[in-house]
């Protein structure tokens, strides 16, 4: 069974552009996660799908990302314009479901490392 | 204050010994906790989850948990020079999204 894969696995860009990222979850996986882990910090939660919906959004730092989920197959992060503080590794996570909610286990990705110049 | 604290090391012991990491978590409505392997440059891998207070073990991995002491821990028994990596300690509190500790960077030496 193939993991939860993310493109690009880096990314250089300059400040002021634009940046999206993709995350494809383990097929059957209805639960999908983005993360953040920028230099020096603790991997940060930013927002949960659940299929195609928007579950929590609270970890979204500002109005420049924007998370999308069309069809509840595949994700995408964009950052537009991006800033210099949002360099960092992006995580995408997966789970199903699971009976008892607590016990659910989330796969991650090899991460996209994204640098802002 | 950190949700979740753990020391970033590096942590080193040799070859056959015990490695004992440890976390600490502030939110005490915390009700599942798990431990990631992070080698260099690829995904956090779950090698632990734990859930109840007392020991789970699975091979050479013993999960610790002490819910009135909001301590974690893991030991890692007859350490090998592949189980070299970041772990990472990570707390549920049930809304779904995972909070992460910095991570302990551990050496095994040969």
């Known amino acids: 069974e193939a993991g939860v894969t993310q493109f690009p696995s880096h990314s250089v860009i300059e400040k002021g552009q634009t940046v999206t990222l993709r995350c494809d979850p383990i097929?059957?996986?209805?639960?999908l996660y983005w993360y953040r882990r920028v230099m020096g910090k603790e991997i940060k939660f930013l927002l949960h799908?659940?299929?195609?919906?928007?579950?929590?959004e609270s970890g979204m730092p500002n109005n420049r990302f924007l998370a999308e989920r069309t069809g509840g197959t595949y994700s995408t992060l964009k950052v537009q314009p991006a800033e210099l503080e949002d360099s960092g590794v992006y995580f995408c996570?997966?789970?199903?479901?699971?009976?008892?909610?607590?016990?659910?286990?989330?796969?991650f990705g090899p991460g996209t490392r994204l640098l802002v110049l | 204050q950190k949700e979740v604290e753990q020391n970033s090391g590096p942590l080193s012991v040799p070859e056959g010994a015990i490695a004992s990491l440890n976390c600490t978590y502030s939110?005490?409505?915390?009700?599942?906790f798990f431990w990631y392997r992070q080698y260099s440059g690829k995904s956090p891998e779950l090698i632990m989850s734990?859930?109840?207070?007392g020991d789970k073990e699975d091979g050479r991995f013993t999960a610790q948990l002490n819910k009135a002491s909001q301590y974690v821990s893991l030991l890692i028994r007859d350490s090998q020079p592949s189980d070299s990596a970041t772990y990472l300690c990570?707390?549920?509190?049930?809304?779904?999204?995972?909070?992460f500790g910095t991570g302990t960077r551990l050496t095994v030496i040969p």
């Open positions: 799908f659940v299929k195609e919906s928007k579950q929590d």
């Open positions: 734990i859930y109840s207070n």
């Open positions: 996570a997966s789970s199903q479901e699971y009976y008892n909610r607590i016990q659910e286990t989330q796969y």
């Open positions: 097929s059957g996986h209805d639960n």
């Open positions: 990570a707390v549920c509190t049930g809304a779904n999204n995972l909070f």
């Open positions: 939110d005490r409505v915390s009700q599942s």
